[in-house]
């Protein structure tokens, strides 16, 4: 397949706020479940491993006006509550059998609530993860908490979740993370044949289709990116920050990429690169699943951070893995995670002497141009700086 093809194929989920995909998926065997999640970190493995299709629910982006949802969410909050309440009353969810609600905000905590009044006929579930990083704290509560969800969803689907189910689903998620971070990789090397457009829709293709069916894509993308001959342009390189829940429209990415940045890494659809290492498949399958998530997981503002002197320190590594010249903090409106750590990160990111500039968006939102001529002149700022 050519590069094109591929990435036609990620617009067309992208737009599909049907869910064509997995209505076809959930049809073509009988009893077959389907499992959606907020964005950010679930555990999907435990889903796949109950024979189920794990969707990730983003809202409903620039395409769909908003109506009923505004009735349940004040309009200072972030859209993302609005436009998949929406999605619920006009039946674009009327097949998934589950929602999973993890740990982001007090917003999507509510959101849980919400959802099992609304739709009480769903397996609905808030799902949380520890605060304490010790394994005989946090990781024993974390456990637990992964082992009442295997029980729900054994109810749900009507079967056992066996520990072997467990183990074989870990391992094909450990080889969807590995293409997740060659494709990171090989942008960080080349970003002027891996746009940030493109990666972000191939991301976004990983929360509808099965775990195999996304690895294969990432696969076929990176063998025909290969042979793509793209010009380098004398862009800046930038890591973003800030949009790890609420997604951001299409042509906001694609608005930066014009304005002459090369963005090197992002925090966009984190749930498929949440764990950072291959979850060992001997043993102890939901502990190791803890153990992962307590010792093998990225930074976000949703995660607790229980060190003061660590706060913000992985961002100015990840600037220099990549060898990034500046960040962006990207956020959505009122989002409450974001907005509150982001002067601690710009508070790291002085110390450091790394330029960074923000704005904040809708998932909606139609003001790109103020953002490009933000974007643009960011970027040529830094040119100036490194030039002196």
């Known amino acids: 397949m050519s590069v094109k093809e591929i990435i036609d194929r990620c617009e067309e989920i992208f737009e599909d706020l049907n869910f064509t995909y997995a209505r076809e998926w959930k049809v073509a065997e009988d009893g077959r479940k389907v499992v959606g999640y907020m964005p950010v970190y679930v555990p999907n493995e435990i889903i796949h491993a109950a ?4 969707i990730g629910i983003l809202g409903g ?3 769909m006006e908003v109506i009923h949802g505004d ?3 004040q309009s200072y909050i972030c859209r993302i509550p609005r436009s998949t309440v929406e ?8 097949f998934v059998d589950g929602m999973l609600f993890p740990s982001i905000c007090d917003v999507i905590r509510n959101l849980s609530g919400v959802w099992k009044l609304l739709f009480p006929e769903v397996y609905a579930r808030y799902f949380d993860t520890p605060q304490n990083f010790r394994s005989d704290i946090g990781g024993e509560f974390y456990k637990n908490d992964l082992q009442e969800l295997r029980e729900g969803l054994e109810k749900l689907g009507g079967r056992e979740i066996t520990d072997d189910d467990l183990r074989n689903s870990i391992q094909v ?11 990171y990789q090989f942008r960080s090397d080349q970003p002027w044949k891996v746009p940030a457009s493109e990666v972000y829709l191939l991301m976004r293709a990983g929360e509808i289709l099965t775990p195999e069916d996304h690895t294969q894509m990432m696969k076929d993308y990176l063998a025909a990116v290969e042979n793509e001959e793209r ?4 862009n800046c390189r930038v890591v973003l920050n800030g949009s790890f829940c609420e997604q951001p429209p299409l042509g906001l990415v694609k608005s930066i990429e014009l304005a002459g940045c090369y963005v090197v890494d992002d925090d966009y659809m984190m749930i498929n690169r949440m764990i950072t290492e291959d979850i060992p498949t001997d043993g102890d399958p939901l502990l190791n699943l803890s153990e992962a998530f307590l010792k093998h997981s990225l930074d976000l503002a949703s995660k607790f951070e229980p060190s003061e002197e660590k706060k913000g320190k992985f961002i100015v590594e990840l600037v220099r893995a990549r060898g990034a010249e500046g960040v962006i903090f990207s956020a959505p409106s009122f989002c409450d995670p974001a907005l509150l750590d982001q002067p601690m990160l710009a508070h790291v990111l002085d110390d450091a002497n790394i330029p960074y500039i923000s704005f904040q968006y809708a998932e909606n939102s139609g003001q790109m141009q103020p953002i490009r001529e933000q974007a ?4 040529d700022s830094i040119k100036l700086w490194s030039a002196a």
């Not at 024979?51 to 794990?54: A, E, F, H, R, T």
């Not at 999605?87 to 009327?94: A, E, P, R, S, T």
């Open 376 to 379: 643009g002149t960011f970027a």
């Open 61 to 63: 982006g620039d395409a």
């Open 87 to 94: 999605l619920g009353i006009m039946k674009n969810l009327d």
């Open 51 to 54: 024979g189920m299709l794990p």
């Open 71 to 73: 009735a349940y969410y």
């Open 231 to 234: 010009r380098m342009k004398d």
């Open 173 to 183: 998620y450990n080889e969807n993370r590995d293409w997740v971070r060659k494709v």
